[in-house]
């Protein structure tokens, strides 16, 4: 009977000491390896024992073997085969080897790892961020509120945009004043600033500062009307709607910062709250919220709450109407529904209302910009 030829596997060989990779050819044994230096002709002997493997677990990979502790002599090999010749000639070391056929095992697994990463940051972002963001927005400091409103404010409100006529600000500023009374618990330094622009719009930043744009002062036809529109931004604050929803779009990091009370970040965030405050759109239940709480909150304060309704109506005409007039309703859009809300709760009893700025022209104050 003829003898069996041990198959022969080319290879290169390292030893550990310099970067040549010199030619070698290996046989397998079912004790060890037998490694032939191609150009010198010497032949080492590796034992499986000593043997492990360290490369050639995926596909396209060559395999590479390596004996001795840290920096020892390496073998690799170019065809995969190899392995498979190994696990079969020395059964009893074939668990220290991978074997090639795990190779699409191995892809696929890997496969199946990314995709469930990828589906876990997905749930994350759709689900967790948003879940965090709002835990967060009910337990952070006010002081980090008020940084964080005062740096989107450099950026919506900077001071050449600001009408700073004195008096006519103080006018507003007694409004306000008469308005939070009704809320002596709070610990929000409000604030309302003007801005010379023909929008109709108003807003509120975490913190407690009201923007008011021009062209919603010039379309108030008495201080109650406008009273109706602080009392409904001073809710949104109160409900930190919009510090919850400017967490929403920000990083972990940024998360656990706000939960931290750490300002040290806020002011190069700045950039990116305003960018969300400048398009916020709130949802219907922070609205209906701000409406119902902005309606009592001037119910408290002996304020007619049928300015508030006055507005909201003559808002809700402008429906359709296209330029700057009609974006309050992007964004605060007055539903026939929260209307009639409103209108009940307004019919409630309540003490007989106080009169705003009875001795002060209403027309002189929205001229505030300097504008006729």
């Not at 009977?1 to 596997?9: E, F, H, K, L």
């Not at 073998?75 to 190779?103: C, K, M, N, Q, Y």
């Not at 990091?253 to 709250?273: C, E, H, I």
């Not at 009875?358 to 006729?372: A, H, L, N």
């Amino acid at each position: 009977m003829p003898a069996i030829t041990a198959r022969v596997w080319d290879a290169h060989y390292l030893d550990g000491r310099t970067a040549v990779r010199r030619p070698a050819r290996v046989t397998i044994g079912r004790t060890g390896l037998e490694v032939t230096l191609t150009e010198e002709g010497r032949t080492l002997r590796w034992p499986l024992s000593e043997v492990r493997q360290t490369q050639g677990f995926y596909e396209g990979e060559q395999v590479r073997l390596e004996r001795g502790r840290g920096v020892g002599d390496v073998l690799v090999i170019g065809d995969a085969a190899f392995l498979g010749a190994l696990r079969g000639t020395a059964s009893e070391a074939a668990s220290a080897f991978h074997g090639p056929s795990r190779r699409r095992f191995v892809l696929a697994v890997g496969a199946l790892a990314t995709l469930a990463t990828l589906a876990v940051a997905a749930a994350l972002y759709v689900w967790g961020i948003p879940r965090l963001a709002d835990v967060a927005a009910a337990r952070v400091p006010v002081s980090w509120e008020v940084a964080l409103g005062e740096a989107a404010m450099a950026h919506l409100a900077p001071a050449a945009r600001r009408c700073a006529d004195a008096e006519r600000q103080h006018r507003i500023d007694e409004i306000m004043a008469t308005l939070l009374r009704a809320a002596p618990e709070s610990r929000y330094p409000f604030r309302v600033t003007v801005i010379d622009h023909p929008m109709v719009n108003a807003f509120a930043t975490p913190g407690g500062f009201v923007v008011l744009f021009r062209g919603l002062l010039e379309r108030t036809e008495n201080a109650e009307e406008l009273a109706g529109v602080l009392a409904h931004e001073i809710q949104h604050v109160l409900h930190r709607d919009a510090t919850r929803a400017i967490l929403r779009q920000a990083s972990t990091g940024v998360l656990v910062a706000a939960l931290a009370g750490d300002v040290t970040g806020v002011m190069a965030f700045g950039v990116q709250s305003a960018r969300v405050l400048g398009d916020l759109h709130h949802g219907r239940e922070a609205e209906r919220a701000a409406d119902v709480d902005g309606l009592r909150m001037l119910q408290a304060a002996a304020v007619d709450p049928a300015g508030m309704l006055a507005f909201f109506r003559a808002m809700q005409r402008l429906e359709g109407t296209p330029g700057v007039a009609a974006r309050y309703l992007s964004t605060h859009p007055a539903s026939s529904d929260r209307l009639q809300t409103l209108t009940a709760l307004a019919a409630a009893p309540a003490r007989p209302p106080v009169k705003l700025l009875p001795d002060y022209e209403w027309s002189d104050v929205t001229r505030i910009c300097g504008r006729r």
